[in-house]
T-cell receptor, first 109, second 115 residues
């Protein structure tokens, strides 16, 4: 079964602390994974995709096929990083994405 | 381009009433997705269309829900009759169908409250 699991509903950290938002997936083929972010009062938008191996706003995510994980990391959290983060798995055909339940990141001053 | 447009932005209705949510795709996009967001379940895909054709409606919760795409740029999601448990934020998103790496662009959402 295709599934995305984000075990934490809420992650609360202080400014400057490292952040790791966990994402695990279940997929029989070669996975393609994404992180989407929803800032307060803004639209859900793409943050990064694993295939690009990019760093966006200081965030990176590495695909670990052995652990079936795609955790999102940032070494030093900023208050403006506070948002809802969704991990998503491409399900094949027609760009269907399967989203995890989301993790709310709260960065405190 | 204004991006994906949804209307209304907020809807409050009474149980049993019909609710119609509307979505206008980004010009040129040919894939359309309807999602529901709740605190308990996060973001759930309800249905998606490709080139106006419904491809997968397995996420539609019940027969009370229906979605149409009467033309290439517009879609509706209808709930009839509505129930309090339908209260959620409903998003539509559009994308190009050019492969797995195409970004989905989300609308601002419709916040629905059924009393």
């Amino acid at each position: 079964a295709q599934r995305v699991t984000q075990p934490e509903k809420l992650l609360s950290v202080f400014k400057g602390a490292p952040v790791e938002l966990k994402c695990n997936y279940s997929y029989s083929g070669s996975p393609e994974l994404f992180w989407y972010v929803q800032y307060s009062r803004q639209r859900l938008q793409l943050l990064l995709r694993h295939i690009s191996r990019e760093s966006i706003k200081g965030f990176t995510a590495d695909l670990n096929k052995g652990e079936t994980s795609f955790h999102l990391k940032k070494p030093f959290a900023q208050e403006e990083d506070s948002a809802m983060y969704y991990c998503a798995l491409f399900s094949g055909g027609y760009n269907k994405l399967i989203f995890g339940a989301g993790t709310r990141l709260a960065v405190h001053p | 381009d204004a991006g994906v447009i949804q209307s209304p932005r907020h809807e409050v209705t009474e149980m049993g009433q019909e609710v119609t949510l509307r979505c206008k795709l980004i010009s040129g996009h040919n894939s359309l997705f309807w999602y529901r967001q709740t605190m308990m379940r996060g973001l759930e895909l309800l249905i998606y269309f490709n080139n106006n054709v419904p491809i997968d409606d397995s996420g539609m919760p019940e027969d009370r829900f229906s979605a149409k795409m009467p033309n290439a740029s517009f879609s509706t999601l209808k709930i009839q009759p509505s129930e309090p448990r339908d209260s959620a934020v409903y998003f539509c998103a559009s994308s190009l169908d050019r492969g797995s790496q195409e970004t989905q662009y989300f609308g601002p959402g419709t916040r629905l409250l059924v009393l």
